[in-house]
């Protein structure tokens, strides 16, 4: 097999010619870094890159190889958003506060893919601060979809998966506050996973919404995301939320019988908002599970509406919160001008911070405000509640939950520029997922005009590997996770 | 519910946030927007309904107290702004 051809492979291929020693990990890295410079002025899929550092990454894993015994996983090139810090690389969370912010540390997440031999390809461009649905809130420019460059590639984590589907990289980080991770694999056609809260480590990732965020990851197939579930799951005390559980290892679950597991689908997201073409791809893959025999049982979302509403209190809430670090003082963008103190922190952060996140600042600060507190922010937590209720009542009658990531395909680039606002009521059928810290994950399941549509699966808290296991049933038996888009120009196919 | 344009300069200042006076009137315009969406909330029933405030709420771990971290001021201060002797420069708040 030619490099060019092992580079379109899944990271179970790639590793497997890696263990054969028919590839070094420096060939890999370089191979994909041909590839991304070819392509990176159309898609815009990485912040940064560092062709110096990653070989250096790619020779410490040629080195660890050269050692026995080693992880299977040994370099194994790896796109990582630009939220998790990294030393030595620079980490903008696509936004021009840390413009020029080089880390000082690894977030849990680096670590523990560099403990692995994994090596970072570049820094994968990303919504600021992840606040966003489509990658257009990014300093750094818009990302395309490699599906169709006139469109988004979804958000937050659009680089991420832009990446993965354009062929750039096996694998790539994300992080999923609202959908960040299975929307935007389900516009790219690839696959992506949202643990469990709690499940993977926050250290070093940088906080939108504390009680929402959780890193997870994209790559071509159910098969490879439990490789890698298994690399960054775990206890780490340095995060306080982190849970220690022994749980088997996700790949050690793959190929059980999902015979009789019980498929619940919610009424409620087959309505109105679900676009038909959409509604017909994801009928399809239910039918699929049917057949592979899932029993399929209705289920009833009551609180579905609410979510949206609460989701845009709550999160805004924490950011407000969490984003109040970035002053000017001891990291991140300092204004030029400034008479005081106050000043400092002011012009630093108009300066800094782009529309959307400066939108979720001012609704957050109103909503934490005196005399709002209880109406809104009080109000937000007790339907978060009733929402995560709703799961709960759902999981007495089913085993996994499927229903559609988003109510259409990616949309074209600039249409909601002139109301930002009308983008959120898009994220309706990932945001419940988020506000009841469950684990979900995106497959590709078909195509609406020539567009990647996803399915979304959701489990129990800490059933992971059950959805991994049913997604890597149903990529067994149906090809859509393989399809690829056209190679760009200049990409070598 | 809408917002006034005052309201948005209020919690600007709340939020330490320089705004150029043309962003105001289109904050005010999304915040409204933000605001009517949020305010469907008001017509669900939560009597005693606890609050939640994270999912993983019954779970959270404590840590030993004690130092684990080495001392790396020189480079945590590399990212700053403006340091000095160890210090973190601000303009004088103390006459």
Request: glycine share 8%; hydrophobic share 40%.
């Amino acid at each position: 097999m030619s490099i060019s051809e092992l580079l379109n492979k899944d990271l179970t291929e790639i590793s497997g010619a890696l263990v054969r020693r028919e590839v070094s990990a420096m060939d890999l890295a370089q191979g994909y870094l041909d590839r991304i410079d070819a392509v990176q002025a159309n898609l815009n899929a990485f912040i940064t890159l560092d062709h110096e550092l990653t070989r250096k990454e790619a020779a410490m894993a040629d080195a660890l190889r050269a050692k026995e015994p080693t992880s299977p996983l040994a370099g194994i090139p790896i796109a990582q958003k630009d939220i998790f810090c990294a030393e030595g690389w620079l980490t903008t969370a696509g936004s021009r506060m840390l413009e020029n912010f080089v880390a000082p540390y690894d977030a849990h997440v680096v670590e523990q893919l560099k403990k692995q031999g994994f090596v970072t390809l570049g820094r994968a461009n990303m919504d600021e601060f992840a606040m966003g649905s489509s990658n257009e809130n990014s300093y750094f420019g818009a990302v395309k979809n490699p599906w169709d460059l006139t469109r988004v590639p979804g958000g937050s984590s659009g680089g991420s998966a832009a990446a993965v589907a354009a062929g750039l990289a096996p694998a790539a980080t994300g992080t999923d506050t609202g959908g960040s991770i299975r929307q935007p694999a389900a516009w790219c056609g690839i696959s992506g996973i949202k643990p469990t809260y709690g499940r993977v480590s926050r250290y070093g990732m940088i906080a939108y919404a504390s009680s929402l965020d959780q890193a997870g990851m994209f790559a071509r197939t159910a098969r490879d995301l439990a490789l890698l579930m298994d690399v960054i799951a775990g206890h780490d005390p340095r995060d306080a939320t982190s849970v220690d559980r022994q749980d088997a290892p996700c790949v050690s679950v793959l190929g059980q019988d999902i015979k009789g597991l019980r498929v619940g689908v919610p009424q409620q997201w087959f309505g109105a908002g679900l676009s038909a073409g959409v509604s017909a791809v994801v009928q399809a893959s239910i039918q699929e599970l049917s057949k592979l025999g899932c029993e399929i049982v209705e289920i009833d979302f009551t609180m579905s509406e609410q979510a949206i509403p609460a989701y845009y209190v709550i999160a805004p809430a924490e950011a407000s919160s969490n984003l109040s670090r970035f002053d000017g003082v001891r990291f991140g963008h300092r204004a030029e001008q400034y008479k005081d103190l106050t000043e400092l922190y002011e012009r630093s952060r108009g300066e800094g911070f782009g529309p959307e996140v400066k939108r979720r600042i001012l609704m957050g600060s109103y909503v934490l405000s005196h005399g709002y507190y209880d109406a809104y922010y009080l109000q937000a937590q007790r339907v978060r509640r009733l929402i995560a209720n709703d799961f709960e009542r759902a999981f007495e009658r089913c085993d996994v939950i499927a229903g559609p990531v988003a109510p259409t395909t990616a949309f074209p680039l600039g249409s909601f520029g002139a109301d930002p606002v009308q983008m959120y009521l898009a994220d309706l059928y990932t945001i419940p997922v988020n506000l009841a810290g469950l684990p979900a994950l995106s497959i590709p399941a078909g195509f609406d005009a020539g567009m990647p549509v996803g399915l979304q699966l959701i489990g129990p808290w800490w059933q992971e590997a059950r959805l991994l296991n049913m997604a890597h049933a149903y990529q067994q038996h149906t090809d859509w996770h393989t399809k690829r888009p056209e190679p760009l120009s200049g990409a070598a196919s | 519910m809408s917002f006034s344009d005052e309201d948005v300069r209020r919690v600007a200042r709340l939020s330490r946030l320089a705004l150029a006076p043309e962003e105001v009137s289109g904050f005010r315009q999304d915040l409204s927007k933000i605001l009517d969406l949020a305010a469907k909330l008001q017509a669900i029933d939560t009597k005693n309904i606890e609050p939640l405030a994270h999912p993983g709420a019954t779970a959270v771990f404590l840590r030993p107290d004690v130092v684990t971290e080495s001392n790396r001021r020189e480079a945590f201060q590399s990212v700053a702004p403006q340091v000095e002797r160890g210090l973190y420069l601000v303009p004088r708040v103390v006459e």
